[in-house]
């Protein structure tokens, strides 16, 4: 079983709505969870890190929130772009790298 | 700054035959993972080097290795290629062992035939 289940596995929004993607873990111990974005044939970018003493973090349009008590985080974006449209993946440590198999994003104009 | 650096960009292999791929890190980084990411999924770690050693290793067969040069550069090998080892090969790049600062060249695309 992936230690990293992400949901959901597709998503298609139109443009200027906001979503959220889920990440659920059960990675243990925890050191600390990212959120990548990967365009199509394009290495994964980082987002936002965050600790497990962590709540929220922003960059940008994009919130990630962590619960380190229930294991889930969530990665909110406001006000979507046709340039959000990509996978984005979430990763999560403790002394090796987990990945989740990502959310596909689809914005429509 | 140069970030991840990953040639070649894109290369068609025939089963059987044996592919080099190279990534140069982020400039002050020396720690490189390799990962292969399979259309559709998310990258699958391959092995980390760290001072020209491998470190970690995931759960990849014998056909996959690698070197590290002590300019910090990597090389990943694949002998008696599969079809199924047709993916993206993803470089990573960080500061030591830990995952904080961890950059990704753009990757690799290999295709068997």
């Given at each position: 079983k992936n230690q990293v289940?992400?949901?959901p596995q597709?998503?298609i929004i139109?443009?200027g709505k906001?979503?959220t993607?889920q990440c659920?873990?059960?990675v243990s111990p925890?050191s ?7 365009d199509?044939?394009r290495g994964?970018v ?12 922003s960059n940008g ?6 619960d ?7 990665l ?7 340039s959000?449209?990509?996978?984005y993946?979430c990763v999560?440590r403790?002394?090796k790298?987990i990945f ?8 429509l104009? | 700054?140069a970030?991840v ?6 290369l068609?292999k025939t089963r059987?035959?044996q592919?080099?791929?190279?990534c140069?890190?982020k ?6 993972s390799w990962?292969q990411?399979?259309?559709g ?5 391959i092995?980390?080097y760290?001072?020209e050693?491998?470190?970690?290793r ?14 910090y ?6 002998n008696?290629l599969?079809l199924?080892d047709s993916?993206l090969?993803?470089?990573?790049s960080?500061?030591?062992?830990g995952?904080?600062t961890?950059?990704?060249?753009e990757?690799s695309w290999?295709?068997?035939?």
């Open positions: 289940e992400q949901s597709s998503l139109l443009e906001n979503c993607l659920n873990y059960t925890f600390n969870l990212r959120w990548y974005k990967q199509t044939g994964p980082s987002l936002t890190i965050m600790t497990f003493s962590e709540n929220t973090k349009r994009y919130t990630a929130t962590l380190a008590d229930t294991k889930q985080s969530s909110h974006i406001t006000a979507s772009q046709l959000d449209s990509a996978s993946i999560v403790d002394d790298i989740g198999k990502g959310t596909r994003l689809h914005i104009p | 700054d970030g650096t990953q040639s070649p960009t894109h068609i059987g035959q592919v080099t791929l190279r140069s890190p400039s002050g980084h020396d720690t490189v990962y990411q399979a259309l999924q998310g990258p699958q770690f092995f980390q760290y001072e050693e491998e470190r970690q995931g759960n990849f067969p014998d056909r996959f290795s690698g070197h590290q040069f002590p300019n550069s990597s090389e990943l090998n694949v008696a599969l199924g993916a090969y993803l470089c990573a960080s500061i030591g062992q995952l904080n961890i950059y990704f060249g990757g290999l295709t068997v035939v």
